[in-house]
DNA sequence: ATGTCGCCTACGAGGCGA
């Protein structure tokens, strides 16, 4: 079975390039964020024609996160317990569902914007009651095969962005969220990916040439309890994903288990 | 170069978010 996470940055506008990634990978479950659409805005026909069903969560033109399978989705669970939120509101940033028996998080961590932002306390309560929650769910039900999918909004190694200098006083590579990050791994979750390939970006800004410059960022990962880890053959980040005519800033990341 | 993109409202262009 193949595994993907991409942030596809409107699923309207790349509702093309995103299955024509699904039917020429084979992906058979993709956790999609910033889908920027509500429930009855989603392309949903291009998607079944092409053998898909969607999961999906998405209040507004921001955040908004989904499943596209090929596999029925079950026990399907539209945030996380005590999920923080942001003016009283609770962000359309995590679904989850239930694909063959394995558990799967489809999450977008929220960006943080700067340091002295009211978002930036937020995203590091919202990973932190996400991996307290995770914990428990671990230890409630040991060995289930979970992943938590996504764009985490961290880079948690200096070189998984091109110039570590350029972020001094930025979000995304502060102890404080990489030590967020790394809660995850404390937990039991492990980075099936970096295990694989250990450098690469997923994420180039559109702005100021950053892709052909490969000015990148590591920021999407999938994080496999101990079960799910055992049962990955391989990954992959699609980084032609970001070439040619409309791309997301992001490219997939996959697993094959 | 403040070098992009996508969404909104509301019909042109500015505001917001990343």
Redesign the pocket.
Known sequence: MKIATW?V??????VNRVIGFLESSGTDVLAMQ?I???PD?FPYKAFEDAGYQITMHGL????GVAFASKIPAEDIEIGFSGMPEFKQVQEARAIAATFDGIRLWSLYV????TLDDP?FPYKLEWLDRLAAVTAETLENEPGVPLALMG?F?IAPLDTDVWDINFFAGSTHVTPEERQAFEAFEQIGLQDVVRLRIPEGYTYW?????RFPRNEGMRIDFILGSESFAEKVKSAGIERDERKGE????HVPVVVEI
């Open positions: 942030n940055n409107s699923v309207r506008t790349r910033e920027k659409c509500k805005q507004n033109q921001w955040n929220p960006n943080g914007r978002h764009d909004n800004d559109y702005q100021q040439l409309g791309p997301s800033d």
